[in-house]
């Protein structure tokens, strides 16, 4: 049985084709453009096999309330070629077979959950720090939605006395988006994060970010595993200070054992998000 699989991210389209076993058979990758072009390249792809599903993890804000009128709907995007752009209802025109739309970290998330760091674990939550921040979350193989897709990338977190930078996120300022992605780095130092020093102040400053952030995550998911990806956590000396600050947030409140082997870094060489989506054509 041949699967499809789409990667829908706000820079590029991952196109891929696999089994059941999660085994990728043949892969592209472009650039996101216009939805007529990128979908079409997609297409072309897709032409050369007799996929009988498709996963797709997409890039948001995108409507997965099946009980909306806007269902599968790209909502409120600054891609304002993808803005109310009905994605669900093209891909059913484009491929008459079952399609399941997710959010890129969901798919992130499942990819991990059943073929990388979180194989052995009954729940995960994925965080992807680049130039946004977004998380998913899987339990017992499922996927969380809820009413719509959990924004987890914009909660509010206490902005440090030594930091005055006024955010980087349109919408909420110094929300976790605002002051610890990667382009908040960028415009609060000066520099992409790529050119700091590994022992900048930045990374101890956005540890302490992703730290708030993660100890909310725990006290209301409760995950066994949390895997934090994304082009900000190439600079791997994030992770030791992460999981310090985790603990001493936690001040002994929760029962935090091994966070080595709790808060962890992906294992599927950047390919979590397209081996997601190919298993979310999967689920039941």
């Excluded at 006395?161 to 992605?181: I, M, Q, R, V, W």
């Amino acid at each position: 049985m041949l699967i499809g699989g789409i990667e829908a991210g706000g820079t590029k389209f991952v196109c891929a084709v696999g089994d059941e076993s999660g085994n990728i058979l043949d892969k592209v990758t472009f650039p996101t453009e216009d939805p007529v072009n990128t979908l079409g390249e997609a297409k072309q792809f897709f032409n050369n096999y007799n996929i009988q599903a498709l996963g797709v993890g997409s890039f948001g804000p995108v409507d997965l309330n099946k009980k909306s009128k806007t269902f599968g709907r790209i909502l409120n995007t600054p891609k304002l070629e993808w803005k109310q752009y009905r994605l669900l209802d093209q891909l059913k025109l484009d491929y008459n077979i079952p399609i399941t739309l997710d959010t890129d970290v969901n798919a992130a998330a499942l990819g991990e959950f059943k073929y990388g760091a979180a194989k052995n674990a009954a729940s995960v939550l994925y965080i992807t720090v680049g130039t946004g921040i977004g998380a998913g979350f899987v339990k017992d193989g499922q996927t969380y939605i809820g009413k719509n897709h959990p924004e987890m990338g914009h909660i509010f977190i206490q902005q440090r006395k030594d930091d005055n930078f006024e955010g980087n996120c349109p919408y909420h300022g110094t929300c976790l988006e605002g002051l610890a992605s990667g382009p908040a780095i960028e415009k609060r130092f000066g520099k992409k994060g790529d050119l700091l020093g590994t022992d900048h102040v930045a990374w101890e400053m956005t540890a302490d970010y992703l730290a708030q952030a993660i100890i909310n995550y725990l006290l209301i998911l409760s995950p066994e595993k949390v895997i934090i990806g994304g082009g900000v956590m190439k600079q791997e000396q994030l992770y030791p200070l992460i999981r310090k600050k985790v603990m001493a947030l936690s001040n002994t409140y929760m029962q935090l054992e091994n966070l080595d082997e709790m808060i962890v870094a992906p294992t599927l060489n950047d390919e979590q998000g397209i081996k997601g989506a190919i298993a979310l054509a999967l689920l039941e």
